[in-house]
T-cell receptor, first 115, second 111 residues
Framework: EAGVTQFPSHSVIEKGQTVTLRCDPISGHDNLYWYRRVMGKEIKFLLH????????ESGMPNNRFLAERTGGTYSTLKVQPAELEDSGVYFC?????????????FGSGTRLTVV | DQQVKQNSPSLSVQEGRISILNCDYT??????FLWYKKYPAEGPTFLIS?????DKNEDGRFTVFLNKSAKHLSLHIVPSQPGDSAVYFCAASRIDDKIIFGKGTRLHILP
């Protein structure tokens, strides 16, 4: 089966610009998660979708971040306007079962650099 | 306020010897603990997990030990192989809740 796909793999934007990251989960996985890792830090939770609904968005840093999952398939994460501290690697993960029992399957991530 | 702590940023181990990666946590309500492995330019991949009701789980060369009274877990890799060189993330979760990760430990397997 195809894994979790993220696009783009890298993005370099200027402060104040807008960037949209995309994630295609494994087909049939209702649970979709966004995480972010700033260099040297922990992989930090951003939010969790169950199908098209936001189950938990407690990790979203502020209202410059907007996540959507229309139709319960792929998801987008938009950062507008981007700030320097938004730089990092954004990971998307999906799972068939909610909860940690079988772990999540992660994509390769999008490395975002804001200059 | 990190709930999952990996205090060793890096570890070097001779090929063939045992690698021991350590992790501490603060939330006694966690139900599951997991280890993920990450290669450069790739996403983390699930390695092994353990339920809070157990104290040991083994899968091939990988064994995870859980000491609930000390809020400590460790991952043992025996014997260590060159392909084990990666960043290892300790993680924890309550059932039906998100997985919380540590900062990771970079493991170098020396020839």
């Amino acid at each position: 089966e195809a894994g979790v796909t993220q696009f783009p793999s890298h993005s370099v934007i200027e402060k104040g610009q807008t960037v949209t990251l995309r994630c295609d989960p494994i087909s049939g996985h209702d649970n979709l998660y966004w995480y972010r890792r700033v260099m040297g830090k922990e992989i930090k939770f951003l939010l969790h979708f169950v199908k098209e609904s936001k189950q938990d968005e407690s990790g979203m840093p502020n209202n410059r971040f907007l996540a959507e999952r229309t139709g319960g398939t792929y998801s987008t994460l938009k950062v507008q306007p981007a700030e320097l501290e938004d730089s990092g690697v954004y990971f998307c993960a999906s799972s068939q079962v909610q909860g940690p029992l079988y772990g999540y399957t992660f994509g390769s991530g999008t490395r975002l650099t804001v200059v | 306020d990190q709930q999952v702590k990996q205090n060793s940023p890096s570890l070097s181990v001779q090929e063939g010897r045992i690698s021991i990666l350590n992790c501490d946590y603060t939330n006694s309500m966690f139900d599951y603990f997991l280890w993920y492995k990450k290669y450069p330019a790739e996403g983390p991949t699930f390695l092994i997990s353990i339920s809070s009701i157990k104290d040991k789980n083994e899968d091939g060369r990988f064994t995870v030990f859980l000491n609930k009274s000390a809020k400590h877990l460790s991952l043992h890799i025996v014997p260590s192989q060159p392909g084990d060189s990666a960043v290892y993330f300790c993680a924890a979760s309550r059932i039906d809740d998100k997985i919380i990760f540590g900062k990771g430990t970079r493991l170098h397997i020396l020839p």
